[in-house]
């Protein structure tokens, strides 16, 4: 049975679908004024990893994940672009969707756009006021109170006393309690005509907070089964989700939190604040995108994930040898796999066991040293079937292999050549010329393996 880490409970819990055979889940997805960083790359692979194995383990899995294209950064952004804040969401939405699809993540089932819901948002408002938890502050912004709320705090575990307001969270304007956030804010002079909508409170634009509560509600019911995100999000924005959610439907809101660790620079999180970050696409430059997808499953999911170049490359390596084993015999097609073999059931314990992701790899290298002692079929289909449960092993081997080696090189024209000189002067018993040229590839970045069925080459 699944078992998973609630970040509500803060311990491992046996996974219990609110319906039988069906989960529903929602990811906290991206605010979209620039090009997505590989602290992202985390979120949309990590959750995609989730919902695969859900599937895998016969789920029927509604899955959300949201774009904010309405927020404080994006207004900034579009103005100082001088286009529209459509046209500046428009454009990066497509770019993270290049890079979603390249890293392997299957789009979602629903991708709700905030401004698509702002009148689910005020329809929520409107019940927090009834309720006696919303009240309009001395600038006209609808605001939180958050005292009123007993369970705040439950997610982030700390008293009221001990919580700070967070990023987002202004303590100006009239507020009852500098903790209390905005629900709605009120339209300002300064801000263009596109970012109003017209509201019992008067015209103004959504807090950021409330926009998950809504879309989450709307698309997925009051109470479902489990809401993800990067850890970053855990206070404030889940624990005033929950705040907002509970106290307007009056139900308990989300049985599981999951949140993934962050990824770090020299120890440091990865983040567009701190101007450390890689976008997908610089590191892609550099990387295939599977062995991107590689380095961020072969850490647990709540692990940090250490960003260099020489973990790239470790991954880079650690990946090829899966290839190797799969190119090393004859091509294997897709297969049902057999969870009783001992090594899918390790395979699926691993999984089981809060998506360990990394115990779950090392079955597929197990396995990959069997295919390479035995060159059983079996094996490799096994191995292919299984990698392709966490969305690798789905390339050819040889296409993946012998990627990237263009360019001085001279292509794969150029190193068959070679290879056919080498052979040729290892007929003549010209050694010294065949050592030669097997050196000089593999100074451009070329590996030669002498086989039975002749002589093969990859990426070094």
């Known amino acids: 049975m699944l078992k998973l880490h609630n970040s509500l409970s803060r311990k491992k819990e046996q996974f219990s679908p609110i319906e039988p055979g069906k989960v529903r889940m929602y990811v906290c997805g991206m605010t979209v004024y620039d090009y997505c960083h590989l602290g992202h790359a985390r979120v949309m692979v990590v959750f995609d990893m989730v919902a695969r194995w859900l599937r895998s383990s016969g789920y029927a899995v509604t899955y959300v994940r949201n774009i904010t294209d309405i ?25 993270m969707h290049e890079d979603a699809d390249a890293l392997g993540v299957l789009r979602p089932d629903h991708e709700p756009r905030a401004t698509e819901f702002v009148p689910s948002m005020q329809r929520l408002i409107g019940d927090l006021e009834r309720h006696g938890l919303a009240y309009q502050a001395a600038n006209a912004d609808v605001c939180y109170s958050v005292r009123k709320f007993d369970g705040y705090g439950k997610l982030s575990g700390k008293s009221l006393d001990e919580l700070r307001a967070g990023e987002r969270v ?3 304007g009239g507020k009852h309690d500098p ?8 339209a300002r002079a300064e801000e263009p005509e596109e970012v109003k909508w017209d509201s019992p409170w008067g015209p103004g634009r959504p807090g950021w907070h409330i926009e998950c509560s809504a879309m989450s509600s709307e698309l997925l019911g009051d109470h479902f089964d489990i809401h993800g995100g990067g850890a970053d999000l855990q206070f404030p924005h889940h624990e005033n989700e929950i705040a907002q959610s509970e106290g307007a439907h009056q139900c308990s809101f989300v049985n599981y939190w999951m949140h993934n660790g962050f990824v770090r620079v020299d120890d440091e999180k990865m983040s567009k604040s701190l101007g450390n970050f890689f976008t997908i696409r610089d590191v892609l430059k550099d990387y ?11 850490a647990h999911y709540r692990s940090p994930l250490n ?4 973990h790239l490359e470790d991954a880079r390596s650690a990946l090829s040898r899966l290839y190797t084993a799969l190119r090393n015999v004859p091509a294997v097609g897709a297969i049902e796999i057999d969870w009783a073999t001992p090594a899918a059931a390790r395979f699926r314990s691993a999984m089981d066991d809060d998506f ?10 197990d396995l990959a040293n069997e295919v390479n002692r035995s060159r059983s079929a079996d094996a490799a289909a096994e191995l292919k079937a299984l990698g392709s449960v966490l969305g690798l092993l789905e390339q050819d081997p040889t296409v993946f292999l012998q990627a990237g080696v263009d360019g001085d090189v001279g292509g794969g024209a150029a190193i068959e050549d070679k290879i056919a000189a080498r052979i040729a002067a290892k007929k003549a018993k010209d050694f010294a010329e065949a050592d030669r040229i097997r050196a000089e590839l593999l100074a451009d970045g070329v590996v030669l ?4 069925q002749g002589t093969i080459w990859r990426r070094a």
Request: glycine share 2%; aromatic share 10%; proline share 3%.
């Open 170 to 172: 202004e303590v100006a």
């Open 71 to 95: 927020d404080d950064k994006i207004i900034k952004r579009a103005q100082e672009n001088g286009e529209s804040i459509r046209a500046l969401t428009d454009r990066f939405i497509a770019a």
């Open 356 to 365: 360990n992701t990394a115990e779950a790899l090392s079955v597929l290298f």
């Open 307 to 310: 960003y260099s170049d020489a």
């Open 288 to 298: 295939a995108p599977e062995v991107v997808r590689f380095f961020i499953l072969r």
């Open 179 to 186: 903790l209390d956030f905005v629900l709605w804010k009120h």
């Open 449 to 452: 393996e002498d086989t039975p």
